[in-house]
């Protein structure tokens, strides 16, 4: 053991050291140097292929270093195992959901770790140490209840308090905030920082410049597997660290206000019941870009999942371009009627990771690639191409797994599979999930193109600075209904926020006026 490490009187939990790692072609780290402060919340941040997962990798001892050293705590794990550098308390909790939906809250928080006595579990004991974790960290849940019956920031909390479990003292949370609603985001802001007050150092990767200068103590910014500095995040704003992160900001997508939409009203959508979403109607106008603005559970994403044939839509009426109108009964049936969606689970709902850029591209409309039921390959790889050219697509060969691309050219090839199939209403819910800075900008742009193209776009997030800049009017819900809608003229995060609380209060009018008061 060595002496114990501290600057201003604060100790250091851990020292990257001048770390190279390398692969065929690239450097994925190049002398990246980094010190973690005990206590602290520490932002890692930087473009897609700068180095984040490579380094976090490397810390948690899952992709070993060419050179370089890593102290954790005066000692050197550069060389331990994974297991043994998980036994010393560095734990990762992944971007996507890792829990078993069939078990129990208790079993997922526990899963691998079951007390047993020669190989029977007592789930007694099971239960107990569950409730006594989540009871340390100010949580009350039933710990007997499947997993899958709680909310996405309750799954989230219960994967950090399994990353804990055992004396963890520093958490490496990869884009932890991804899909929460704000007010889901301020939850999990809040438990974070009372872990930092615990003395637990978290390290925080996210593409979202606004969350880690929220959050962070200080922040890490990496390019092209280089460290360009650590900052303290009182010194930065969103300019000052994009500029650091992009290395200019001279990539920003602007919209073109002066092209307006149409009059022309595109799609008809009537009296939806599906889910959550209580009898929606709304009108579509050619070339325009509609936001949803909701919480989790609000109605917004069941709507357009419904229009889309995603979920079953109960009763209500779609009419696109005139046509007759029709109850959307599944995805073909609504892509036949030229309804697209890109949901939020790329991976899970949207792309197939094991088959390549050129046989992902068709899926949604195999007509252009085949002949006589027969998918001809040479079509596959032009149809890929003109997609790769059109949206900037970054991939070594359009032969290559889908899997190897980015979170923003993933995203790319996800849109052009359901551009092939020449959609007239585009449902965009998340797209800009998992995808940095410049990615982002790129999809933007090109969402904005399909707009001047005469496309009706739907777009849902909950990350409303982006939808701010992109949408035309707003539909706000609240209770399952479209509460009001707004023009998008002028309008800022707050007044979004302001505009959403009022809709709660409209719906509670509402249902005390149809069924008396609301406790």
Excluded at 13 to 27: M, N, R, T
Aim: proline residues 3%; contains cysteine; glycine residues 10%.
């Amino acid at each position: 053991m060595g002496k114990e490490l501290r600057v201003d009187n604060r100790r250091i939990a851990l020292v990257v050291e001048g770390v190279f790692k390398s692969y065929p072609g690239s450097k994925a780290l190049d002398d990246v140097s980094v010190q973690i402060h005990e206590g602290a919340i520490h932002g890692l941040c930087g473009k897609n292929g700068a180095g984040k997962s490579t380094l976090v990798s490397a810390i948690a001892g899952l992709t070993p270093v060419d050179s370089g050293t890593i102290i954790y705590y005066d000692e050197d794990i550069t060389r331990l195992s994974i297991a043994a550098i998980k036994r010393r308390g560095v734990r990762v909790v992944p971007q996507h959901v890792a829990v078993v939906p069939e078990m129990s809250v208790a079993e997922n928080l526990l899963l691998g770790e079951w007390p047993n006595w020669r190989g029977v579990v007592s789930r007694r004991t099971l239960m107990e140490i569950a409730e006594r974790e989540f009871s340390e960290y100010g949580m009350e849940l039933d710990v007997t209840q499947k997993i899958k019956g709680f909310d996405l920031i309750d799954q989230r909390k219960v994967e950090i308090v399994r990353a804990l479990f055992g004396g963890s003292k520093l958490v490496i949370l990869d884009e932890p905030a991804t899909m929460l609603d704000d007010s889901d985001k301020q939850n999990l802001f809040h438990f974070v920082r009372q872990l930092s007050e615990r003395g637990i150092s978290v390290i925080y990767t996210s593409h979202r410049v606004s969350e880690l200068l929220f959050l962070c103590d200080e922040i890490t910014v990496l390019r092209e597997g280089r460290a360009v500095g650590t900052f303290s995040a009182s010194s930065l704003d969103e300019p000052s660290l994009t500029r650091h992160i992009m290395g200019t900001t001279d990539f920003f997508f602007t919209r073109d206000r002066s092209t307006e939409p149409s009059e022309h009203v595109l799609a008809e959508i009537k009296d939806v019941v599906s889910g959550g979403a209580r009898g929606v109607s709304l009108d579509l106008y050619e070339g325009e870009v509609v936001g949803l603005v909701d919480r989790v559970g609000g109605g917004g994403r069941d709507f357009a999942r419904a229009i889309a044939g995603i979920i079953p839509m109960r009763a209500g009426s779609v009419r696109v371009d005139g046509h007759r109108a029709a109850t959307i009964t599944s995805p073909f049936a609504a892509l036949r009627r030229g309804i697209a969606i890109l949901t939020h689970d790329r991976h899970g709902e949207g792309l197939v990771l094991g088959l390549s850029v050129e046989r992902n591209i068709p899926l949604a409309d195999f007509s252009s690639v085949s002949r006589l039921g027969v998918v001809r390959s040479r079509a596959e790889a032009n149809l890929a191409a003109t997609f790769v050219s059109r949206f900037h697509i970054q991939t070594t060969s359009t032969s290559a797994l889908i899997s190897t691309l980015s979170g923003g050219n993933q995203q790319k090839v996800y849109l052009s599979k359901f551009l092939v199939a020449k959609p007239r209403v585009l449902i965009l819910d998340e797209p800009l999930t998992g995808v940095d800075i410049a990615g982002k900008e790129d999809l933007l742009a090109a969402i904005d193109g399909l707009r001047q193209e005469g496309l009706s776009i739907i777009y849902h997030s909950y990350e409303h600075d982006e939808a701010l800049r992109i949408a035309d009017r707003f539909a706000i819900f609240s209770a399952g209904r479209i509460q009001r809608i707004v023009e998008n003229e002028g309008l800022s995060e707050d007044d979004l926020f302001r505009l959403l609380r009022s809709a709660d209060d409209d719906a509670v009018d509402r249902m005390e006026e149809a069924n008396g008061p609301v406790s």
